[in-house]
């Protein structure tokens, strides 16, 4: 499956992003897809999941930014999408979409190893 994120940007704090992942090849794959960001000199870090299984889906969040941000999919779209609300300028990083075609168990959303596909980054820079 191929995924391709956009919708990055430049923002001021307090402002909102929608990021988009469009998901191709063998999109009924990404039973679990989320979301991860890189900020300049740190680690990659999980941002939010969901997960697909049967018509239900479950939606998890890094604390940081529950409350802020929603991910959502529109499985006839093929794509997921964060809605990132109330910006700040810790929140700006390379945003990263990924895949699984496993229904990952919560324990294993956090760590980026346990997706096969990722799309290239969009960047979001949110100015104070």
């Known amino acids: 499956v191929q995924l391709q994120a956009s919708g990055g940007g430049l923002v001021q704090a307090g402002g909102s992003l929608r990021l988009s992942c469009a998901a191709s090849?063998?999109?009924?794959?990404?039973?679990?897809m989320a979301w991860f960001r890189q900020a300049p000199g740190k680690e990659r870090e999980f941002v939010s999941a969901?997960?697909?299984?049967?018509?239900?889906?479950?939606?998890h969040y890094v604390d940081s930014v529950k409350g802020r941000f929603t991910i959502s999919r529109d499985n006839a779209k093929n794509t997921a999408y964060l809605q990132m609300n109330s910006l700040r300028p810790e929140d700006t990083a390379v945003y990263y979409c990924?895949?699984?075609?496993?229904?990952?168990?919560?324990?294993?959303?956090?760590?980026?190893?346990?997706?096969?596909?990722w799309g290239r980054g969009t960047l979001v820079t949110v100015s104070s």
């Open positions: 090849g063998q999109p009924f794959s990404c039973v679990t």
């Open positions: 990924a895949a699984e075609p496993r229904r990952l168990i919560v324990s294993q959303l956090r760590d980026a190893r346990n997706f096969g596909s």
């Open positions: 969901i997960r697909w299984s049967g018509g239900s889906t479950s939606t």
